[in-house]
């Protein structure tokens, strides 16, 4: 019986370690938005981390896309805030995001602002690795853009 205890318990030790990283990254589709100019330019006041800005940059290029003949789109990254919080048996990650748009149409003497905010938070407790702390900041910075997306398009 002792023979088949120790047996037992090593194989439930050696299930449960792990070399890869358990947190899986988030994957998310971020829908197009169409703006009624002939420009568009983004602007970013705060350095971001190279993640965020790669993120950020992605999006933009790919997801915010023109299709008029006049006018032009200023998208303003005004803040970013990255706070990592000790909690009980873990870590904390805030990130959020300060922006503005400006959409001016000369010929038709318009000009619309839109300002907003967004943010998210991921949480890690227990036993991890620094690899699975790097994982959650950058799935909580992919949700931020994904947040970002939602946003402006709800408020165009």
């Not at 995001?97 to 890690?124: A, W």
Request: aromatic share 10%.
């Amino acid at each position: 019986m002792n023979k088949f205890l120790i047996v037992f318990l090593s194989f439930i030790f050696t299930s449960c370690s792990a070399n890869e990283s358990l947190i899986n990254p988030i994957k998310s589709e971020l829908e197009v938005i169409t703006f009624d100019v002939v420009e568009k330019k983004l602007h970013v006041e705060k350095n971001l981390p190279e993640n965020a800005e790669k993120l950020l940059t992605k999006w933009f290029n790919d997801k915010v896309k023109i299709n008029g003949f006049d006018g032009q789109l200023i998208f303003t990254i005004i803040d970013y805030s990255q706070n990592i919080i000790s909690i009980i048996d873990g870590k904390k990650v805030e990130i959020s995001l300060n922006f503005n748009l400006v959409l001016t149409k000369p010929t038709m003497s318009q000009t619309k602002f839109i300002e907003g905010t967004v943010s998210s938070y991921g949480t890690l407790s227990g036993n991890f690795s620094l690899n699975d702390f790097d994982s959650i900041i950058e799935n909580t910075q992919n949700d931020l853009i994904l947040r970002l997306s939602r946003d402006l398009q709800s408020k165009i």
